[in-house]
């Protein structure tokens, strides 16, 4: 009787170390798993119609600008606003058209999962407007978006985190007037970020591994034993 307690004490302290050297491997597991997607992105967007140049496409006075976003946040993998396009009226009787006239817009990230990156790159966004504005209530102009440098890498003590960004609108977006919404015209963009992490899940440690054989061989040991034991009593 005394020597079944001793084993049956044994096999269950064996047992739970061996279970809170898992546990403790799976929670280190659970930390880098959860700060790729469910980080929070910080971020500002900057952006203008280059009207500066000779030969920019603009026939008339310029009335389109572009409206940034300041200090925003969201989920590091969703929908974000990147700012809009905001058109103002023209005088009656009067009218502007643009031929290809550029555009750009810059995603500027600021901060993730809390945390100011040591190194962060923007991504630039490009493209041209074409069509004409007349009067207050008249617009045929569309933003058209090029191509461009859509990923954004931004280093922090967890890892470097990277947000692919893409316009799910399409390439197109017509721009409205001023009397339809103010003349505001939402730019909207989707990111997706994944994490390349610094730190690594753990592999189990030969203490680890030792535990579990000892616990393997002890209970065989001790199904052995009373085996033996209920064979010399019979």
């Known amino acids: 009787m005394r020597m079944t307690l001793g084993w049956t004490g044994l ?10 050297a898992c546990a403790q491997t799976g929670v280190n597991a659970a930390a880098i798993s959860a700060t790729s997607s469910d980080a929070v992105l910080g971020y500002s967007t900057a952006g203008s119609v280059d009207t500066t140049k000779a030969g920019d496409g603009v026939s008339g006075t310029n009335v389109i600008s572009f409206v940034p976003i300041t200090n925003s946040q969201v989920s590091a993998t969703s929908n974000v606003p990147l700012g809009s396009f905001q058109v103002a009226s ?29 190194t962060s790159s923007p991504v630039m966004i490009t493209g041209v407007l074409n069509g004409t504005i007349s009067g207050s209530n008249q617009s045929s102009v569309v933003a058209t978006f090029n ?7 931004v280093n922090t003590s967890d890892g470097t ?14 721009l409205v007037p001023s009397s339809a919404g103010n ?27 030792a535990l579990f054989l000892g616990t393997v061989c002890g209970l065989g040991l001790r199904k052995y034993v009373l085996a033996r034991r209920q064979r010399s009593q019979a």
Not at 161 to 166: E, H, R
Request: no cysteine.
């Open 183 to 209: 003349g505001s015209t939402t730019v909207e963009g989707m990111i997706a970020t994944t994490l390349s992490s610094n730190n690594e899940v753990p592999a189990p440690e030969p203490s680890t591994i």
């Open 90 to 118: 023209e005088l009656t009787g009067q009218s502007t058209t643009y031929t290809n006239t550029p555009f750009s817009i810059s995603f500027i990230p600021a901060t993730v999962a809390g945390e100011t990156p040591s």
């Open 147 to 153: 191509t461009f440098n859509g990923v954004s890498t």
């Open 11 to 20: 096999r269950t302290a064996v047992v739970a170390l061996g279970l809170g």
């Open 161 to 174: 985190f990277s947000s692919t960004l893409t316009i799910p609108q399409g390439s197109t977006l017509p």
